[in-house]
């Protein structure tokens, strides 16, 4: 009886095994769901992030010319002008919710700017992780459905090239300002007086801008007319200017990828105490002094 005994046994066990075995093989996977899209995961590398791969001109607005920059898209259709762009990462008291109708990947928000809606409408991309990509279109009319229009267009094309892969990178040649590390330029002793004591660099998003108390430096391809009074600081042409507190101190060079194009470095100073004047001027020229001969020259 004892060898039959056992053989039941074994065989018993063996069918317990089994079972389990064929349960545990059965158990479904688990589902995570899908996964937040983070801005650096839909756009990568900020620093060379072509702003204009995002923007899909005939589709959005045929004939506008575009012009990629270091941090954003600009496209002028006659007075009306489409920015892509730039990236940023801090509050902002005027974006509020908006009903979006259009496709959104999985925790990305698409925003309202209410800050001078009488001539732009903004819209801003927000990120899983917190960081937004704003858009605005901005002109001199009074339509602002249509420029409403105009920037949710613009906010379907950038989703749109995001979700199928298409964007693109910037290629800056050698002696571009596009290689330059902002943060080099303002870590130098001869900014301890116009920038404040203790002020250390802090970069910028797009990794092309950078400040350090009171004085902040970008790197980026011009689109404007220059304005200002021309004079020499550092060993290059400049233009001074003030805008409201600031003091902007800016210099230019070709830009070899953009025919027809500038590089543009623009200085400003801020005036904590109030409208900048001849003394916050006086520390832009100063620190135009210390960084414009830093910078290569194409």
Request: proline letters at 8%; aromatic letters at 4%; a negative charge.
């Amino acid at each position: 009886m004892y060898p039959r005994l056992k053989s039941v046994v074994l065989a018993m066990l063996c069918a317990l095994l089994a079972a389990a075995c064929a349960k545990t093989q059965a158990a479904p996977e688990p589902n995570s769901g899908p996964t937040p899209l983070t801005a650096s995961a839909a756009l990568g590398d900020f620093a060379t992030l072509d702003y204009c791969s995002l923007l899909d001109v005939p589709a959005v607005a045929p004939g506008a010319v575009a012009t990629p920059t270091f941090e954003n898209c600009r496209a002028e259709a006659g007075p009306r002008t489409i920015l892509m762009g730039p990236l940023a990462f801090d509050s902002d008291p005027n974006i509020k919710p908006y009903a979006y109708l259009g496709p959104v990947p999985d925790g990305v928000a698409v925003q309202q700017s209410m800050f001078n809606d009488r001539s732009a409408c903004t819209r801003a991309i927000t990120f899983a992780d917190g960081n937004r990509l704003d858009l605005s279109v901005t002109d001199d009319g009074d339509d602002q459905a249509a420029r409403c229009g105009l920037v949710d267009a613009a906010v379907g094309s950038a989703l749109a090239a995001i979700t199928a892969g298409k964007v693109g990178r910037l290629s800056f040649p050698d002696r571009s300002w596009g290689l330059v590390a902002p943060c080099v330029l303002l870590d130098d002793h001869g900014l301890d007086d116009p920038a404040g004591p203790g002020s250390r660099p802090a970069t910028g998003l797009s990794g092309h801008s950078c400040i350090r108390g009171n004085v902040s430096v970008k790197l980026t391809v011009e689109t404007g007319a220059p304005a200002g009074t021309a004079e020499t600081l550092g060993g290059r042409e400049a233009r001074v200017r003030t805008a409201g507190a600031f003091c902007l101190v800016d210099t230019t060079q070709p830009a070899l990828g953009l025919p027809g194009r500038r590089e543009l470095a623009e200085i400003s100073v801020v005036e904590t105490a109030g409208t900048a004047g001849d003394a916050t001027c006086a520390r832009a020229r100063t620190a135009a002094t210390s960084i414009f001969p830093r910078l290569p020259t194409a």
